[in-house]
């Protein structure tokens, strides 16, 4: 096990420690106003790495300089509105215990790369209800929403389609939505291509090059994959939610970091639902039983649910009316986000390889969503 997985900001966007070895970039820091340069070394001996997970979700291996920014104490200030103040120390991973709050980063948003929102919404779309084995026939995105909202995502699909760049078009040319009972789908070989470098054919687990496309490919395919998968929770007296279920655990760590990117905390909840027959629509109108796999969830809730609405939003209209409804009304708006997670593990890890890495001044950054620096 190595950290070259660990994802760095960069003012570049986010990349992975292994694909800094020997490259000159300046990091994203938690201070606007610095200008860090991050050094990155590969080293192919027996290394000490700190695994640390959190009780939220976030989670990163980390060598033996690199420190974690820790809440010592907090008091609430007096008067209405307050607020709270919070004594903190940075200690090393190997002194974090079970139940220690630490920060997560609370991220300027900026636009990167060149990509797409729209080429990544498609992308969205077919790893939540769509399908991908080349092999065996081509991508397929598919919608199930009333006849109206349906036509439009159609509609929209096929827009984006067309704009695909020839270089990524495959000779088998799109001929048009199929529409079966209460869906309708829309294949092509124009999708193929796409997806390729994106997503693993026939699982759809997602590849690295999500996590380090543009930024607006990135809200894409956010929202194409709530689009699907997604939905809006809660009420405004006890609480609303924007939740994400998925079969794969790994997919909602992605996403987890994704939307962090854009100064949206979520919680991941293993095991929500455990696997077991259910009934689900059959595509002709009926419910038959079918077998899922155990569920995991992912939650926006307090203010994120404003800052996703804002940054993310839906294209499926009824999802996105229901969300701006309920954020719209109330007396006074949700509870703010405190960017904190407590630890729920620490665990030491003696790995054959790793890449240590250094920062000018000692400054912090972020890696895999936290607050941390290298001394």
């Known amino acids: 096990m190595s950290n070259g997985s660990t994802w760095i900001q960069t003012v570049d966007g986010p990349v992975r420690l292994s694909d800094l070895e020997g490259r000159a970039t300046s990091l994203a820091g938690i201070n ?5 340069r991050i050094s990155v070394r590969y080293q192919a001996t027996c290394t000490r790495l700190y695994s640390v997970r959190t009780d939220r979700g976030f989670s990163v291996l980390v060598p033996h300089n690199v420190q974690f920014l820790r809440q010592v104490s907090r008091k609430r200030l007096g008067g209405v509105g307050g607020g ?9 991973a190997s002194r974090l215990n079970d139940g220690d709050v630490v920060y997560l980063d609370r991220q300027v948003v900026t636009k990167w790369g060149r990509e797409k929102m729209g080429h990544g919404w498609l992308v ?5 209800d769509g399908g991908f084995n080349p092999d065996k026939y081509p991508t397929y995105l598919r919608f199930w929403d009333e006849i109206e909202i349906r036509e439009r995502l159609v509609s929209t699909a096929i827009a984006i389609i067309s704009s695909i760049p020839k270089a ?16 309708t789908t829309v294949a092509c070989r124009s999708l193929d291509s796409l997806a390729i470098r994106y997503i693993e054919p026939k699982t759809k687990n997602l590849l690295p090059a999500i996590e380090s496309a543009g930024s607006d490919f990135q809200r894409g395919f956010i929202r194409g994959l709530f689009d699907t998968d997604g939905s809006v929770q809660g009420q405004r007296e006890h609480g609303i939610s924007v939740r994400l279920a998925q079969s794969s655990l790994d997919r909602l760590y992605v996403v987890q970091r994704i939307l962090s990117r854009f100064s949206i905390i979520s919680t991941v909840y293993p ?6 027959f259910r009934k689900l629509p059959d595509g002709h109108g009926k419910r038959r039983d079918y077998y899922c796999n155990t569920e995991h969830e992912l939650v926006i809730s307090r203010d994120n649910a404003i800052r996703y609405a804002e940054e993310i939003g839906f294209s499926d209209s009824t999802k996105f009316a229901k969300l701006t409804s309920l954020l719209s009304g109330g007396a006074r708006g949700p509870y703010q986000e405190k960017f904190t997670a407590r630890v729920q593990s620490v665990s030491p890890i003696d790995a054959d390889d790793s890449f240590e890495y250094s920062v000018s001044d000692c400054c912090p950054f972020n890696a895999n969503g936290l607050i941390v620096r290298s001394v």
């Open 84 to 92: 709270e103040c919070a004594e903190t120390k940075w200690v090393p």
């Open 32 to 36: 606007p106003s610095t200008n860090q």
């Open 271 to 276: 095991n929500r639902r455990m696997a077991n």
């Open 124 to 128: 969205g779309e077919i790893v939540g």
């Open 168 to 183: 990524y078009r495959a000779p088998i040319p799109f001929r048009g939505p199929a529409v079966r009972g209460k869906s």
